[in-house]
């Protein structure tokens, strides 16, 4: 060491970034050993919310898919429509749902590597007969 100049000591810390919310402390940083698992994430849903608003008789249909669907966490296609018995497949990433038993239909996109899910389509039976499934983009 040399004379005159500070002292300096070597100090290690390890800092844990913990938020407070409604559900308690939330770590915000990676805890070694502790397996995370991904919800579903609904892209859209204020749209979802605001058809729901002008169509009632979807209301109750839509809220039954948001809850189901958050509560989620699918790796494929096949655990979707195994989940919801009248959902159906229109494309590799692309599942057609049936609402408010069967007069509207809500189509939407899925990457389950980021668990996400975006609402594509949302409309009557009528209106989803005039459309492509596999390439609309409503929203």
Known sequence: MEPGRPLRLRTECRARVVTRSLLGNISLVPVLGTVYT???RIIAWSVLASYAADH??????LGHWRAVTK?????????VTSTF??????????VRFEIAGGSYRLIVAFDFGHQIAFVKF????????KIDAAVVAQF
Not at 85 to 94: L, Q
Not at 122 to 129: F, L, P, R, V
Request: hydrophobic share 35%; aromatic share 6%.
């Open 56 to 61: 009632p008789e979807t209301a109750a249909s």
């Open 122 to 129: 949302i409309g009557t039976h009528a209106e989803y007969d």
């Open 85 to 94: 018995s009248k959902a159906h497949s229109v494309s590799g990433d692309r």
């Open 38 to 40: 991904l919800r579903m």
């Open 71 to 79: 509560a989620a966490s699918w790796k494929t296609m096949a655990e």
